[in-house]
Structure formats: C-alpha cells, structure tokens
C-alpha cells in the first residue's frame, strides 16, 4: 500500500470513528444516567427526566450529527409503564419528544422488543450498529442507529441510543473514500454497506464476498476493499 493510500485509509478511518464516537458517548452518557435512575425502586417514567436535559442540547445544537437520541426501557421495568421510550427526535431544527403508541391493545403498537436495535445489545450486552435501513419512524431517511444495553447492576433495563442519518455519514466521509484510486467502502458488522466510492456498492447493499477488511476499533464497522 502507498504511503498517499495509506494516509487516505487512515483519514477515512479517523472521520468514521469520530462520527460514531460521538453518537456512542452520547449513547453511553445516556445509559449512565438511566442506569442512575434504577438505584431506587420503584422506578417510574418521571424519574427519567433527566435523559430529557441530555438529549435535548445534543440535538438542538448547530451542525450537530445527532438527528435522534434517548432510552428506551425494558418491559416491565417501569412501574407506570410496561412499554417506554424517553426518546426525543430533531423536528423542524429542534428536539422533540417522539410519541408512539405503547399499549399493546392499541392498533397502532410499537413493539421494539424484536427490533435489532433493541435486540442485539439486550442478548449480546455489546454496543450494536444497526443499518443503514430507512427509519420511518424517527428521520424518514436511511439511518444508523447506534444502541448500547443498560443494566442496573446486573439486570437489563433497556437500550440508550441515538440516531445518524447516513447523509451525514456521506457528507463527512465521501470526500476522502473517492480520493482513493480502489473501490472501497465502510461495512456494518453484517457485511452491509455504510457508504462506498462506488455506484454500484450504495448504502444497504450488502457485500457477499468483500475483499481484505481492515477493522475500525472500538466499533462495529470495517473499512472493506472490494475486488
């Protein structure tokens, strides 16, 4: 690999993990202050307050890559609540609470529990990645979620996440992948396209044989050359 290559390689690497570094510590800012919340028993939906006043200036503030962000509470760990999410979304240019339905009697119910971005961190007690996949729900707009579990010592409460859109992704990143003269891209865990400096590779596609992979530490993604 050439010197020129290998400065790419490393600035293409450099801007990956501060994106998602940024959305993990925000993640994991928001499980410690959950996590705070279940010292007392019993727990209720105004005791997470506090995630509010977290989130909030997160997404409100200028050029920030957080279009989404919160906690959202394991079954039956509230006591005025089977189902919650304390989850806020960018709307208009400011933070707002994210209203679904959490009555499993109703029509209209959201049931995360099965959602992998709840799922994998509550069964691999990891950091997950989940995407790109369009999110209908929060950014109507291909997303990453970056989720992290919460415990209260050693019992499951939840998942504490926040949203980026892949957009933001491509914004900072392309530049540096289409100053490399291979075809490379950014892959998820499951082999799935991030972003890439090809057209034929966009986000979602996933890779079925991709070539060497140089891993991105600390997080689930992989700087992928394909042959």
């Known amino acids: 690999m050439s010197t020129h290559v290998a ?3 490393a600035a293409i690497v450099e801007l990956v993990s501060a994106l998602a570094g940024e959305a993990f510590g925000l993640a994991d800012q928001i499980a410690a202050t959950a996590a705070a919340a279940f010292t007392k028993q019993p727990v ?17 503030a200028p050029g920030s890559p957080i279009a989404g962000a919160g ?15 304390e989850w806020f979304m ?18 209209n119910f959201y049931d995360y529990e ?3 971005w709840y799922d994998v961190p509550r069964t691999t007690g990891q950091r997950h990645i989940t995407g790109p996949y369009v999110d209908y729900l929060c ?34 990143v392309l530049p540096c992948l289409r100053a490399i ?14 972003l890439s400096n090809s057209a034929r590779h966009v986000s979602g596609t996933l890779l079925k044989a991709p070539g060497p992979a140089q891993p991105i530490e600390g997080l689930p993604l992989s700087l992928v050359e394909i042959t």
């Open 44 to 60: 209720r939906r105004s005791d997470l307050k506090g995630i509010a006043s977290l989130v909030k200036p997160a997404i409100d």
């Open 114 to 116: 099965s959602l992998p």
């Open 181 to 194: 003269h291979r075809t490379v891209a950014v892959v998820n865990d499951q082999g799935r396209v991030v």
């Open 7 to 9: 400065q790419d390689t």
């Open 139 to 172: 950014t109507e707009d291909y997303t990453l979620t970056f989720t992290v579990p919460v415990f209260a010592g050693t019992t499951f409460v939840g998942v504490a996440g926040a949203d980026v859109r892949v957009f933001t992704f491509e914004k900072a």
């Open 71 to 85: 906690f959202v509470v394991a079954v039956d760990a509230l006591a005025d609540s089977r189902w919650w999410l």
């Open 90 to 107: 960018r709307n208009n240019g400011a933070a707002e609470r994210l209203l679904v339905d959490t009555d499993p009697r109703g029509d």
